[in-house]
């Protein structure tokens, strides 16, 4: 007899998720990205950058791309958005932000409302 109060969620492992890995340019190079992240990690994003505090919404998405990015484009992305030579607008971090979101999701972010 099943217990109608007990649900087995298997092993978390979102085997049905897409197991291609991620990637974007920026300035002519490519940064790759994890193929999954914990949910926790986008629930956060959400609820962090839904705040009225930008500090703690900037650090958010801060720990987003140090999560998202591979380790071994990491420190190259961050040398990038470093660069005062190459300037990386917050625009534009956000766009790859919501690309990001939208692919880890499975399902289109809000756009920008047009006017």
């Known amino acids: 007899m099943t217990n109608p109060r007990f649900k087995d969620f298997g092993t978390g492992s ?3 998720a897409s197991k291609e890995p991620l990637s974007f340019k920026l300035y002519g190079e490519e940064y790759r990205c994890v193929p999954q ?3 926790k ?3 956060d994003l959400v609820a962090d950058s839904s705040a009225d505090d930008p500090v703690k919404a900037a650090g958010v998405v801060t720990t987003f791309f140090k999560q998202v990015v591979l380790d071994e484009d990491y420190d190259r ?3 990038l958005l470093t660069d005062k030579n190459r300037i990386v607008t917050v625009e534009t971090l956000a766009e790859i932000t ?3 979101v939208e692919e ?7 756009g920008p409302e047009v006017s």
């Open 14 to 16: 979102g085997s049905d």
């Open 77 to 79: 992305f961050q040398e």
């Open 41 to 43: 990690l986008m629930l």
């Open 98 to 100: 919501a690309w990001l």
């Open 104 to 110: 880890y999701s499975g399902r289109p972010t809000e």
């Open 37 to 39: 992240v914990q949910g």
